[in-house]
């Protein structure tokens, strides 16, 4: 009898012990947490970098996806809820206190209300006049986090990839070219036929003025 009860007791001890060891020793779950590179950068691990090429803007892509994409977007659309929603459950507030936010871990920085600007897209950039005011404010501003940690050649190779997603292919931009690369969005200049056309009708209702004031005075 007294074998019976203690084997009950212990059956029932492991009964009670095993959800407890299993609640504190979870099965791991897969992440997507950024990937630390030397010098702070972050990249997102489940994402393929692009491939290096021969081109002044080639070269601005790689460096965008290691030092620029993490904050303003895999497509440039800035720090948005859809690109944070990419990220582990636990990573995207990137403004709370553990994170980027009042209270960051001392090797971080300060990111507030989740912003970083949109780079890419309609009504992008337009603050700036032309390429060499883009470049002089990225290479004196940015990283946020270390502003002038690059290079000059290396951020005159971030304007080029940012004028290559705005459509305008240069070969190579620097100061010798960059004032001459506009950023404002194009004007609606007419073609020279809407506006022959334009100046005739004027000059025709003009004429029509004309005869019909002489036959009233007729």
Request: charged share 15%; aromatic share 10%.
């Amino acid at each position: 009898m007294l074998t019976r009860i203690f084997v009950l007791i212990l059956v029932g001890a492991f009964l009670f012990c095993a959800p407890v060891a299993h609640a504190q020793n979870p099965t791991p779950r897969p992440t997507r947490l950024p990937t630390p590179l030397p010098g702070g950068g972050m990249f997102p691990a489940w994402m393929t970098p692009p491939a290096p090429g021969n081109t002044q803007a080639d070269a601005g892509a790689v460096l965008y996806y290691y030092r620029c994409m993490a904050c303003h977007g895999d497509k440039g659309q800035g720090l948005s809820t859809e690109w944070r929603a990419q990220w582990d459950v636990e990573h995207q507030d990137c403004a709370r206190s553990t994170c980027h936010g009042a209270r960051h871990p001392p090797e971080g920085f300060t990111l507030p209300k989740n912003f970083a600007p949109a780079l890419v897209g309609a009504n992008t950039l337009t603050r700036y006049e032309n390429a060499q005011a883009l470049f002089d404010f990225v290479s004196t501003r940015m990283p946020y986090q270390s502003p002038g940690a690059l290079t000059q050649q290396e951020y005159w190779q971030l304007v080029a990839f940012l004028l290559r997603e705005h459509g305008v292919s240069v070969r190579t931009v620097d100061e010798t070219n960059a004032r001459a690369i506009s950023l404002q969005p194009a004007r609606n200049v007419q073609s020279p036929f809407f506006l022959a056309l334009g100046a005739a009708s004027a000059l025709g209702v003009l004429v029509s003025l004309v005869i019909f004031r002489h036959i009233k005075k007729i």
